[in-house]
């Protein structure tokens, strides 16, 4: 199924359902289904799920990339971050500032034979550079002015370990009237952690909660819920 089908079909307007509308709404009635079915498994079955989807996703992972590059005709395997400068309130003017980061840093590098956690910053920034299609004047110069401060996360993905629903504290513990818990690792129920979203909510949630506010923060939103949204993931997931 492609855009183009589904733009066409909602073009014809009225009429009897092509069948791209009829095998949408039977993945999208599966998909409620399996929805309803995952409500009832046990937190090990939950567990027993999640790992192993973790571990076929990351078997793919370079397949994956390599579709994400080609569909939007854009990128590489290393996400850089280009904000807008300045990133700091007491920048310099004529200094910028990036930051990126490699998925794999135990592995070799194509530019430079040896694992990223073994590199100095500059030969962080040589393979990196190594992606892009600089001539080598401007690669040269870019080396030539750039200070690169190296930084290992080896946590960073915690944040995603599979746990029990009691793993992690409330944000206000029951009958807690002093006490909570902001950040990454305290529970909200339905919200992704990873995101400054979600520490922004424990903190919102913790004040109003103590200080027995009336403005709570917006109800996290349940795009799986959502038929519109399950229907458009289904239908990513079926494009060729
Ligand atoms: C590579 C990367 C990319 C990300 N991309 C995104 C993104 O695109 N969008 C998004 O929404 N989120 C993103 N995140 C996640 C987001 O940055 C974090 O979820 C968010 O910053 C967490 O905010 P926080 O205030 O809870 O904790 P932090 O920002 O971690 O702040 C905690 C602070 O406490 C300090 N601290 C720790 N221990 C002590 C101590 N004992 N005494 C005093 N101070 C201490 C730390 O130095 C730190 O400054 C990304 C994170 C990473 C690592």
Redesign the pocket.
Same mark, same amino acid.
């Given at each position: 199924m492609t855009r183009h089908d589904v733009g066409t079909e909602a073009a014809a307007g009225a009429g009897a359902p092509s069948d791209i509308a009829v095998a949408v709404d039977r993945l999208v009635t599966a998909g409620l289904k399996s929805l309803a079915d995952y409500e009832s498994l046990t937190q090990e079955q939950v567990d027993h799920i999640v790992k192993k989807a973790s571990v076929a996703a990351l078997d793919q992972h370079t397949a994956l990339a390599r579709l994400a590059v080609e569909e939007t005709g854009r990128g590489v395997f290393v $996400?850089v971050v280009a904000h807008r400068q300045p990133v700091y309130r007491d920048q310099p003017e004529d200094v910028s500032v990036r930051?990126g980061?490699g998925l794999f840093p135990g592995r070799a590098g194509n530019q430079t034979p040896k694992p990223m956690t073994m590199c100095s910053g500059r030969e962080v920034l040589e393979e990196v550079l190594h992606h892009f299609p600089f001539d080598e004047r401007t690669a040269a110069r870019i080396l030539e002015t750039s200070t690169v401060v190296p930084c290992v996360?080896p946590y960073?993905t915690s944040?995603f370990l599979a746990r029990r629903r009691d793993d992690r504290p409330r944000v206000v513990p029951e009958g807690s009237v002093n006490l909570a818990f902001?950040?990454?690792f305290a529970e909200v129920p339905d919200d992704v952690?990873? $995101?400054?979203?979600?520490?922004v909510r424990?903190a919102w949630t913790a004040v109003a909660r103590l200080l027995k506010l009336d403005r709570h923060p917006p109800e996290v939103y349940k795009g799986h819920h959502d038929p519109r949204v399950l229907a458009s993931a289904l239908e990513t997931m079926h494009r060729r």
């Amino acid at each position: 199924m492609t855009r183009h089908d589904v733009g066409t079909e909602a073009a014809a307007g009225a009429g009897a359902p092509s069948d791209i509308a009829v095998a949408v709404d039977r993945l999208v009635t599966a998909g409620l289904k399996s929805l309803a079915d995952y409500e009832s498994l046990t937190q090990e079955q939950v567990d027993h799920i999640v790992k192993k989807a973790s571990v076929a996703a990351l078997d793919q992972h370079t397949a994956l990339a390599r579709l994400a590059v080609e569909e939007t005709g854009r990128g590489v395997f290393v $996400t850089v971050v280009a904000h807008r400068q300045p990133v700091y309130r007491d920048q310099p003017e004529d200094v910028s500032v990036r930051w990126g980061y490699g998925l794999f840093p135990g592995r070799a590098g194509n530019q430079t034979p040896k694992p990223m956690t073994m590199c100095s910053g500059r030969e962080v920034l040589e393979e990196v550079l190594h992606h892009f299609p600089f001539d080598e004047r401007t690669a040269a110069r870019i080396l030539e002015t750039s200070t690169v401060v190296p930084c290992v996360m080896p946590y960073i993905t915690s944040q995603f370990l599979a746990r029990r629903r009691d793993d992690r504290p409330r944000v206000v513990p029951e009958g807690s009237v002093n006490l909570a818990f902001i950040g990454q690792f305290a529970e909200v129920p339905d919200d992704v952690v990873f $995101t400054v979203e979600y520490s922004v909510r424990t903190a919102w949630t913790a004040v109003a909660r103590l200080l027995k506010l009336d403005r709570h923060p917006p109800e996290v939103y349940k795009g799986h819920h959502d038929p519109r949204v399950l229907a458009s993931a289904l239908e990513t997931m079926h494009r060729r």
